[in-house]
């Protein structure tokens, strides 16, 4: 996972910049802002901390927004059911070894909203399995395994 952090701090920045540009867009649209207020921010004292944000939050948000969960369940008696809540949230395996399963999002839709960062792995670590992915579907995964199992 560590060997993405530089894509995905990209993703995130070209994330946000489209993020501001449709805003803004929508703002020129309904006659709410115009281009001298875009031009009032850049040369503003302001335009640092716009661009504080556009650097910062992209370079900080892959450290939490990916984990790697624990929890004690037996790998080889509940490998069905694994598959089974995976394919509830979406995912189907795309690959597998012996100790271990990749998942991936079914739909395209959830593929781009999650940037193509949709990648779920589950590892047997001897009586633990772990799961590495994206926070929000790795806890979303967690939690429903807790309840299934």
Do not use: C
Request: aromatic share 12%.
């Amino acid at each position: 996972m560590k060997n993405r952090y530089l894509i995905r701090a990209a993703k995130y920045f070209v994330y946000l910049l489209v993020i501001f540009t449709v805003l803004f867009g929508l703002l020129l649209l309904t006659k709410t802002a115009s281009w001298a207020t875009l031009g009032a921010i850049v040369h503003s004292d302001r335009v640092w901390l716009l661009a504080a944000a556009f650097i910062g939050l992209p370079a900080v948000y892959p450290l939490f927004g990916y984990v790697k969960r624990e929890m004690s369940l037996d790998y080889d008696r509940r490998r069905e059911q694994i598959e089974r809540v995976a394919a509830m949230n979406g995912y189907r395996v795309v690959s597998e070894t012996p100790d271990s399963l990749v998942f991936r999002a079914e739909s395209g839709m959830k593929r781009a909203a999650l940037q193509f960062e949709d990648r779920i792995v589950i590892r047997r670590d001897g009586r633990h399995v772990s799961i590495e992915g994206p926070r929000k579907e790795v806890v979303r995964l967690e939690y429903r395994l807790n309840t299934f199992m």
